[in-house]
Every structure is written in C-alpha cells, then in structure tokens.
C-alpha cells in the first residue's frame, strides 16, 4: 500500500448562523430549514416531501415564518441563510397548518394515512367536520367506505369531496383517490425521482384533480411496469397492494398479529433490501427502507410482489 496515500474528504461546507425558535444555531450552507428542525428534534409536518424524492412544494404543511418574509415560507425546500429568523411554532405557523390540515381531511378520506399524519392532526387540533356535512356522492361513498370496515371515517365531510369509486383493474395493486391528498409523492416516484416510467401524472383541476394514467386507460393498457414505488411512497393509502386490500375489505387486516423483518430480495444480484409484512406466517406486504443505500426505497416487481411462491398453503 502507498504511503501518505490521500484521504478523500466530502465537500467542506460552510458554515450558516441562524436564529430558530429563539436559539442561535449552526448548519452547513445548503441546509433546508427542514434539515435543521429535524437535526434538532424539531417535530415538522410535510406531506409533499420525502428524502428520496425532489421537493415538489405542493402541500404547503410544513411552512414556517422567517422575518422580512412577507409569506410563511416551506422548509423543506428553503435552505438556510445567515442571520435568518425562524419560527416554527408562532400562532400564524400553527394556524396555516392546521387549515391545510382541515382542508385535506374535510375534503378525502385521511383515516388510513400514516400515524404521523394522525399525530398532526391531532397536535394542531384539526377539526375534519369544520366545512360541513357531505355532498350526496360523497355521502355514498362515506357509507360504503364504513361498510367496509374503515372506522376513522368522520360523521361529517364537507360539501366538496374527492369521494370516488376505488379502481380495482389488476391483481397488484389498488387505486383509492377518495383518500388521495394529490402530494404528486406517486408521480414522482413513477417519474425521474425514480422509475422513469411516467405511467401517472395529474390530470384535471380543483376538484376534479386526480392522479390518472394517460387517457386515464386501466392500469394493464398504461406504461405501468407495477414495480409499485408509487405504493411505497403513498402517505395516505390511496396506493395500497391488492393483498392488503383485500384482507383489510374483509376485515383481517390486524397490525396487532403482524411483524415486521428485513431480508434481501434472491431474485437477482442488485442485493435490494425487502422489508417484509407477515401476519400468521404469511407475507402481506412487501416493502423497502427508504435508507438502504441500493433500493432508496423502491424496488421491481420482482421484489415487491414476487412472493406468492414461498406461502404455506
Ligand atoms: S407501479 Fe411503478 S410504473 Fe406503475 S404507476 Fe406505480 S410507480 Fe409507475
Ligand atoms: S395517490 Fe398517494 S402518493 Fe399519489 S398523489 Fe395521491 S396521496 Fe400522494
Ligand atoms: S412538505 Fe413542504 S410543501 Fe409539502
């Protein structure tokens, strides 16, 4: 081995002074405000966002008010400046996300979104039934929606929903968009963040907004390779493998009998990390952890549907 050989260091990074919440802190130039909260154990809420994907700014959960800024401003895309000026707990944060909040759970079905989701609403004191009762079409959809067995449902939505039938078109995987937020998370992941597949996009406007497949053509007759990495990042279950679906319509989905173990996929030598669902010695679902440094959280179809074959019978 040569002697004296170089060490390779990462990019030296400056270093940026700021104020947050009343406290001078520092952190690398390039930071987001959301990086720093975060750093610090700073409970932010986002929705739009996530380490794996380009920040799209689109839900607007997570601003913040920094001084000499006219508007709250979305940390997880703002990167820090010295001598900037944060808060992120003022009245005028707390208020703004608590009306996004309220917006969202008026207006779709947020009862199987992730826990931290729940967590925030209830933080912000979110009031689901603020914008009144439903509209006939989503009162129909309320009612099936509880007939099926999903228990968070409010008692009253408001006047405009997203309420829709689910689309059931393949043996992989469900589309609900009475609980989708549109986070363009799917979209995405379906896209350059990922997959390079672009088989979703958003089609239409205000309420009639979805995510949808070119000419909104089935799922068999689009450009999806159901490598599912829309499933993975989807905050709400909106994109949700047809194996849970189903057990969840019947009612045997049970988180309490369920666990939760890493293994790495045998179908090829990428050596992508799968994280499996089990509930009575089966798998229901597979996914990946969004920090292993192969799969980033996404996998193939291969990885994350190809299991039937080591079931018990
Ligand atoms: S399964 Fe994969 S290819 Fe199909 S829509 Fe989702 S991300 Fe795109
Ligand atoms: S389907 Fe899920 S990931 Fe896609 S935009 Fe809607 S909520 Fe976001
Ligand atoms: S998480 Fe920042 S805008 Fe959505």
């Known amino acids: 081995m040569r002697r004296n050989a170089p060490v390779m260091l990462g990019a030296i990074r400056r270093m940026v002074d700021l104020e947050l919440d009343g406290e001078q802190v520092r952190a690398p130039e390039g930071s987001t405000i959301l990086d720093v ?78 826990d931290a989701v729940h967590r925030w609403m209830d933080s912000y004191g979110v009031d689901v039934k603020r914008y009144g009762p439903p509209g006939p079409s989503a009162a129909a959809g309320e009612r099936d929606r509880r007939q099926a067995g999903h228990h968070h449902v409010p008692d009253g939505l408001s006047a405009e929903t997203v309420a829709q039938p689910v689309k059931i078109d393949n043996e992989l995987y469900v589309r609900d968009y009475a609980r989708c937020i549109l986070c363009y998370k799917c979209v995405e992941a379906c896209g350059e963040d990922a997959q390079n597949t672009f088989a979703i996009a958003v089609a239409g406007r205000g309420f009639d907004a979805t995510i949808a497949t070119e000419f909104d053509v089935v799922l068999p007759d689009s450009a999806c390779v159901y490598c599912g990495n829309c499933i993975g990042v989807c905050p709400t279950g909106a994109l949700m493998p047809k194996s849970e679906y189903d057990m969840r319509q019947a ?42 440094s192969v799969t980033h959280g996404h996998l193939c179809i291969k990885g994350r549907f190809g299991y039937e074959h080591v079931q018990p019978r």
């Open 251 to 292: 009612g045997t989905w049970d988180e309490s009998r369920q666990a939760q173990v890493t293994t790495v996929c045998t179908f090829c030598g990428v050596g992508c990390n799968l994280e499996l669902t089990t509930q009575d010695n089966r798998i229901v679902r597979v996914d990946s952890p969004i920090d292993h």
């Open 37 to 114: 909260c975060r750093e610090r154990g700073i409970d932010t809420p986002t929705l739009c966002y996530l380490d794996n994907l380009t920040p799209v700014n689109a839900c607007r959960v997570c601003m913040v008010e920094v001084d000499g800024s006219r508007v709250l401003v979305p940390s997880c895309s703002r990167r820090v400046e010295d001598g900037m000026v944060v808060k992120t707990d003022s009245e005028r944060v707390r208020h703004s996300r608590k009306m996004v909040l309220e917006l969202l759970a008026s207006s779709t079905d947020m009862s199987l979104a992730e």
